[in-house]
T-cell receptor, first 116, second 113 residues
Framework: GAVVSQHPSWVICKSGTSVKIECRSL??????MFWYRQFPKQSLMLMAT???????TYEQGVEKDKFLINHASLTLSTLTVTSAHPEDSSFYIC?????WGTGELFFGEGSRLTVL | KQEVTQIPAALSVPEGENLVLNCSFT??????LQWFRQDPGKGLTSLLL?????REQTSGRLNASLDKSSGRSTLYIAASQPGDSATYLC????????????FGKGTKLSVIP
């Protein structure tokens, strides 16, 4: 299957700093990528849809100025958590849709963010 | 609004047993249904994708069925192994052609050696 890679897999930062998480489709082009947040023992919550070359679409309740998303190429989307606070600590997962139109989504390994 | 439910929330079986995981959805007008596996602290691994026109898909020891009219899907795992222990999630798109998924809360499977 297609491979989606996330980096870093875990990061610890101080409150008030910004953290960037990368999501790459390694062997396919992805015009659309998605960012999710997952709390312990909960399912995935969609945060935003990232479209290559255009602005991301955010879900209701997600602060676009806090969670900056950039999708500058067909293989890379980045999520930047700005002015991080302890409540932003979570597991962030990205997914990408292939261009072959089957509707199948492929997910990254996830990034564990801990804000001290 | 589409809602996806997975029962049971947790399941523990001895190694070698066959088992079935259940997924139900409220809106039968789905485009496809996807089953995923999630290991602790990891992302999701796609297991099977069933298109709305299909009744089942098979991959190795896994078989997923889809009954749109009743709003149900099952994931059958044959001859379970300890390595199958994980949380299994099913998900359906929000609408035709949409890649935005609605997830169930998952079934946590433990296969006891």
């Amino acid at each position: 299957g297609a491979v989606v890679s996330q980096h870093p897999s875990w990061v610890i930062c101080k409150s008030g700093t910004s953290v960037k998480i990368e999501c790459r489709s390694l062997d396919f082009q992805a015009t659309t990528m998605f960012w999710y947040r997952q709390f312990p023992k909960q399912s995935l919550m969609l945060m935003a849809t990232s479209n290559e070359g255009s602005k991301a679409t955010y879900e209701q309740g997600v602060e676009k100025d806090k969670f900056l998303i950039n999708h500058a190429s067909l293989t890379l989307s980045t999520l930047t958590v700005t002015s991080a606070h302890p409540e932003d600590s979570s597991f962030y997962i990205c997914s990408a849709a292939g261009t072959w139109g089957t509707g199948e989504l492929f997910f990254g390994e996830g990034s564990r963010l801990t804000v001290l | 609004k589409q809602e996806v439910t997975q029962i049971p929330a947790a399941l523990s079986v001895p190694e070698g047993e066959n088992l079935v995981l259940n997924c139900s959805f409220t809106d039968s007008a789905i485009y496809n249904l996807q089953w995923f596996r999630q290991d602790p602290g990891k992302g999701l691994t796609s297991l099977l994708l069933i298109q709305s026109s299909q009744r089942e898909q098979t991959s190795g020891r896994l078989n997923a069925s889809l009954d749109k009219s009743s709003g149900r899907s099952t994931l059958y795992i044959a001859a379970s192994q300890p390595g199958d222990s994980a949380t299994y999630l099913c998900a359906v798109p929000l609408g035709a052609g949409s890649y935005q998924l609605t997830f169930g809360k998952g079934t946590k499977l433990s296969v006891i050696p």
